[in-house]
């Protein structure tokens, strides 16, 4: 049985372990504060170590879910418990795997890269995933398996990280901004706030099923929905001379700037 070592247990490690299989694997935890850690260890069915450095040479796999501005601290204490045969996985943001390489003092430490989103509290999140040439095959599908528990996994080239925080990570905040508008204009015309955000959220919902059931390009489902002369198109046309689409990528472009120059 292979040992996870979590660093940090904050939302989305408590999300991923939640989602994983105990009898599958050894899940251990450490965190700055040892009662604390001992407390949420018993809440989750894993077990705490006293200190991270415990943790790592126990683990087979170590986790690294503390914020970016703590990671190379953290990371540097652990240097001299590091080897080949453990691999290194870090949910931080901004980080590269060259960044990380470096932090960890080690030419040849495998190390996996890896961004989900905030969904991953319910099971359901959009992960992201890169390796350096020191991973092998069956790490890396176990790392995979791993963050399958709590969703969907892509991957992509390091390059585009910057781009995919935007589009999967900073993009539940829009999407939220979205169903809170379609809300209050239901409030607007009358329809209670509650109920108005719950069938906005289930309309969002079930439209974007139909695109992944589908497989269908987003603007012939539009084009499908606007019958000529009717209510849709009066609304599409109106979304577009407000400069709707324009609007999104620029929002999305301001993220993929800021994620660059953290």
Do not use: C
Request: hydrophobic share 45%.
């Amino acid at each position: 049985m292979k040992t996870i070592g979590f660093i940090g247990v904050g939302k989305m490690a408590t999300a991923i372990i939640s989602g994983l299989d105990k009898n599958k694997f050894k899940i251990i935890i450490s965190g700055h504060n040892l009662t604390k850690t001992q407390k949420q260890a018993e809440t989750l069915n894993v077990t705490a170590t006293s200190n991270h450095e415990e943790l790592v040479q126990e683990s087979d796999f170590i986790i690294l879910s503390v914020k970016p501005q703590v990671l190379p601290s953290v990371l540097s204490k652990l240097i001299n418990h590091l080897t080949k045969d453990k691999t290194l996985i870090s949910i931080a943001a901004g980080l590269t795997l060259s960044d990380l390489k470096h932090l960890a003092d080690s030419e040849n430490q495998p190390i996996i890269r890896v961004m989900p989103n905030i969904n991953a509290q319910i099971g359901q999140s959009t992960s992201a995933i890169v390796k350096n040439e020191f991973v092998d095959d069956s790490a890396y599908a176990t790392v995979q398996e791993i963050f399958k528990s709590t969703g969907s996994v892509h991957e992509i080239a390091e390059k585009d990280f910057s781009t995919f925080a935007a589009i999967a990570g900073s993009s539940p905040a829009f999407i939220y901004m979205f169903i809170d508008a379609m809300a209050r204009a239901g409030v607007l015309h009358g329809i209670p706030k509650d109920q108005a955000t719950a069938i906005v959220a289930e309309t969002v919902r079930a439209s974007a099923e139909m695109i992944l059931q589908s497989g269908e390009n987003p603007w012939s489902l539009v084009d499908k929905v606007s019958s000529p002369g009717g209510t849709t198109v009066a609304g599409v046309v109106s979304l577009e001379q407000n400069h709707f689409i324009g609007t999104v990528i620029d929002a999305i472009s301001a993220t993929i700037e800021k994620e660059k120059n953290l």
